[in-house]
């Protein structure tokens, strides 16, 4: 059975920084890129990052390049956001999601982990 | 960056009746590299539909996609009860810089 386990989310204020981190396992994580999207509390779907299976593509949404660095240790199955200059509009349940074999969509998302940014 | 944008915002039907929802994109969405998930309250995301047209595993025949370039649907024939969610279109882009992926705002499927 695959399964996400996002941790690391919390409070903080604004201008630090924060690291999350998603634990995989049921499936062979070096096979796939992975993903976290978040969303904003009553709000939509925002995709934030990307990571390919060996970390050679990387990608960021506008809103969030320069400040975060998504990374991959497949010899922990484990994936990661490094979060920094934290905004009050980066508050959100942060969600790892794993890509589909065809590479195009998600098949798999964690139960997600909030972030609040707050003084 | 690809915009895709969702219509309606809210739509309201009853158990039984078609629901339409349409995704609209600012620019051609290559290979048809368009996803649809439906998302309850409370819980994650779920995928339904991968590639315009093509059912994930495990989903029920009455909901299908359509459409290519710009413009894509997803219908549900006949509305079961817990097909009542918030529905959201996603395209799949690269770029030199790598992976360029958008969500639409969603369209809110409710009881009538």
Not at chain 1, 25 to 43: C, E, I, L, N
Not at chain 1, 96 to 106: H, P, Q, R, V
Not at chain 1, 108 to 119: A, D, E, N, P, R
């Amino acid at each position: 059975e695959v399964q996400l386990v996002e941790s690391g989310g919390g409070l903080v204020q604004p201008g630090r920084s924060l690291r999350l981190s998603c634990a995989a396992s049921g499936f062979t994580f070096d096979d796939y890129a992975m993903h976290w999207v978040r969303q904003a509390p009553g709000k939509g779907l925002e995709w934030v990052s990307g990571i390919s299976w060996n970390s050679g593509s990387i990608g960021y949404a506008d809103s969030v390049k320069g400040r975060f660095t998504i990374s991959r240790d497949n010899a922990k199955n484990s994936l990661y956001l490094q979060m920094n200059s934290l905004r009050a509009e980066d508050t959100a349940l942060y969600y790892c999601a794993k890509e589909t074999d065809y590479g195009d969509s998600l098949d798999y998302w964690g139960q997600g982990t909030l972030v609040t940014v707050s003084s | 960056e690809i915009v895709l944008t969702q219509s309606p915002g809210t739509l309201s039907l009853s158990p039984g009746e078609r629901a339409t929802l349409s995704c609209r994109a600012s620019q051609s969405v290559s290979s048809s590299y368009l996803a649809w998930y439906q998302q309850k309250p409370g819980q994650a995301p779920r995928l339904l539909i991968y590639g315009a047209s093509s059912r994930a595993t495990g989903i029920p025949d009455r909901f299908s996609g359509s459409g290519s370039g710009t413009d894509f649907t997803l219908t549900i024939s006949r509305l079961e009860p817990e097909d009542f969610a918030v529905y959201y279109c996603q395209q799949y882009g690269s770029s030199p810089g790598g992976f360029r992926w958008t969500f639409g705002q969603g369209t809110k499927l409710e009881i009538k």
